[in-house]
Structures are given as structure tokens and as C-alpha cells.
């Protein structure tokens, strides 16, 4: 399918999107949010794809929102539009793993981006940040939430309160990364995480992310005890019968995706 602001390409089970306004830096327009959710959920539908990664190129993941649409907005204007809401909860309602693969700028909407994906994968020249109080206003789409939740409160006060941007390094000790890798190895290595999930059954992938994903939104007893009915649940899947039937007669599995 041809996007204007962005590439979507499928490699093996795999569905890969490229954000493509390299003169912007990425920055995230309506367009290229409207079509980033179309091609999520394209891939979300379907049966071939086991997982997604999102990237942008060497300079950008994404620099944030676009400034100069947002610029003249009046609180009306925002408010009714509901402003790129929309297609920005698109990436949350994605059912398969999101895997950002970051180079480059991460700012306001690009941060935000990343930390609405599964997992983070950064470059070493990456750069992280909450940039918004430059321009006046405040974080919009997750940034002040996410970073308390998945980093701490320290690092969401000090990146939303003075604009300073954290290096690969330090976001991956503060938590919204879990790898880092030289730049030259960055699609390597995002592909072969996305690959490896991808391989496994689907219908459990499925089920882990949003296990996961359920530790942020209720209590650890509500949470363990979720855990603990889904986990019930995978012994009606075929794909745990050839799972644990692969383990006993020392073959690899052959998963069926049901
Ligand atoms: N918007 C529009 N254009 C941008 C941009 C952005 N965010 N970031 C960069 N550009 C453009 C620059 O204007 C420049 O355009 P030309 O002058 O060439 O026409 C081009 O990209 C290259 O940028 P620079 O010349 O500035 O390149 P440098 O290497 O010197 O600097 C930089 C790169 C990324 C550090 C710098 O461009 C920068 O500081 N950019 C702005 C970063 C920023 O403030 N980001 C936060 C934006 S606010 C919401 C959802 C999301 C949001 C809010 C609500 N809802 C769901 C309600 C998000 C808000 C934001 O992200």
C-alpha cells in the first residue's frame, strides 16, 4: 500500500513501518499519524504478520508533533478535533508486540511514541526527551504518565521540567530501553527480536503483551490473578499441546498460531 508519510513493508512474519519525513525529522503530522494507525492495524489484521517494528531514520525516530500545524491551534481547535487523539490511541489498541527501533531524536510525540511500543530498541546516538515546556506547553499524548510508570518520578519530573534529552545509555538504565546497539546494528538487531516473537505462537504472544500491559493498569493481586486465568486459558491452544509435545521429544515445535 503507498503512504505519503511513511513506508509499510512486510519481511518474512514481520511487518515493518518506516516514518518518512526525513526533512521534518519525522515530526509527527495528522497525516502521518492517520496513516501510522492504518497501517498498524492492517498489520494487526493481519495472520501472516507475528509482530510489527516502527523506525525512523539515522537522524529522527520522531522529533514530536508537527510545530507548525500545532502552531495558530486555539483551545476550541484542539478540543473539538480532539486533537490527534484518534489516531494517536490507535497504537495502544494494536493486539500484537510494537518494537520502536530508535535512532537519533526521540522528543515530545517521538518519546511518546516509543514508550506507547512494547519495546524499546535503541541506537547508540538516540536521544530521549520531553522538550514541549520550550514551546510552552506541557506534554499531550502519555509523556508525563509514562515516564513516572515505566522510569520514575525523578526522571519524568527532570526531563518534562527542564527539556533536557537522555542519551541511550541513561534510558536504558532509567527503563524506557531495553537494548542498546551500535547505529549500523540497529535494524539487525529490531528485526531479529521481531522475528524470534514472531516465531513463537501467536495467540500467546498475544495474550503475554497484554498480561503485561495489564501490571500498569490495576493492582498486583488483580494482576497476578489475571495472569493466572489466561495462563489456564493457553490449555485449550494447540500451539501448547505441540509446545510442550516439541520439549518431550527433544524436536522444535512447530506452532500452528491457534
Ligand atoms: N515539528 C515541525 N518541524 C520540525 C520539528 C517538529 N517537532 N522538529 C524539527 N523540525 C524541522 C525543523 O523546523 C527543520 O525544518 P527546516 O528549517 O529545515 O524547514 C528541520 O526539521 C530540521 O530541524 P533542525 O534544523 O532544527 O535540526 P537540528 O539538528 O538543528 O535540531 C532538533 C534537531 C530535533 C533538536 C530540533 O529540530 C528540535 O528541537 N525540534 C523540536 C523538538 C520538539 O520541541 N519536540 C516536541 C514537539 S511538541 C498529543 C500528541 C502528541 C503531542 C501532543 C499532544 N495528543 C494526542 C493530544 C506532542 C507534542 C510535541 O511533540
Not at 518474512?12 to 526533512?23: D, E, H, Q, Y
Not at 509523556?143 to 534510558?171: H, I, P, V, Y
Request: contains cysteine; charged residues 25%; proline residues 3%.
Amino acid at each position: 500500500m503507498a503512504y505519503e508519510c511513511i513506508h509499510a513493508t512486510t519481511r518474512g512474519r514481520v511487518g515493518l513501518i518506516t516514518l518518512n519525513r526525513p526533512k521534518q525529522m519525522n515530526a509527527l503530522n495528522p497525516k502521518l499519524m492517520q496513516e501510522l494507525g492504518e497501517a498498524m492495524y492492517g498489520f494487526d489484521a493481519d495472520d501472516g504478520v507475528g509482530a510489527i517494528v516502527i523506525t525512523g531514520n539515522d537522524k529522527a525516530f520522531a522529533a514530536g508533533a508537527d510545530i507548525t500545524v500545532m502552531k495558530n491551534y486555539s483551545y476550541m481547535d484542539a478540543f473539538r478535533s480532539n486533537y490527534i487523539t484518534r489516531d494517536w490511541e490507535h497504537i495502544r489498541n494494536v493486539r500484537k508486540p510494537v518494537i520502536a527501533a530508535v535512532a537519533g531524536y526521540a522528543l515530545g510525540g517521538g518519546n511518546e511514541l516509543a514508550m506507547m511500543c512494547d519495546i524499546v530498541i535503541a541506537a547508540e546516538n538516540a536521544k530521549f526527551g520531553q522538550p514541549e515546556i520550550n514551546l510552552g506547553v506541557s506534554p499531550g499524548a502519555g509523556g508525563t504518565q509514562r515516564l513516572a510508570r515505566f522510569a520514575s518520578k525523578a526522571k519524568a519530573m527532570d526531563l518534562c521540567l527542564t527539556a533536557r534529552m537522555m542519551d541511550a545509555a541513561e534510558a536504558e538504565r532509567a527503563g524506557i530501553v531495553s537494548r542498546v546497539v551500535p547505529l549500523d546494528k540497529l535494524m539487525d538487531e529490531a528485526m531479529a527480536v521481531a522475528d524470534k516473537i514472531a516465531g513463537y505462537s501467536l495467540p500467546v504472544v498475544m495474550m503475554i503483551k497484554e498480561t503485561v500491559n495489564r501490571a500498569y493498569e490495576t493492582t498486583l493481586s488483580e494482576g497476578v490473578h489475571y495472569e493466572r486465568r489466561i495462563f489456564h486459558s493457553m490449555f485449550s491452544l494447540d500451539d501448547q499441546k505441540e509446545g510442550m509435545a516439541a520439549f518431550v521429544e527433544k524436536r522444535k515445535p512447530d506452532f500452528k498460531h491457534r
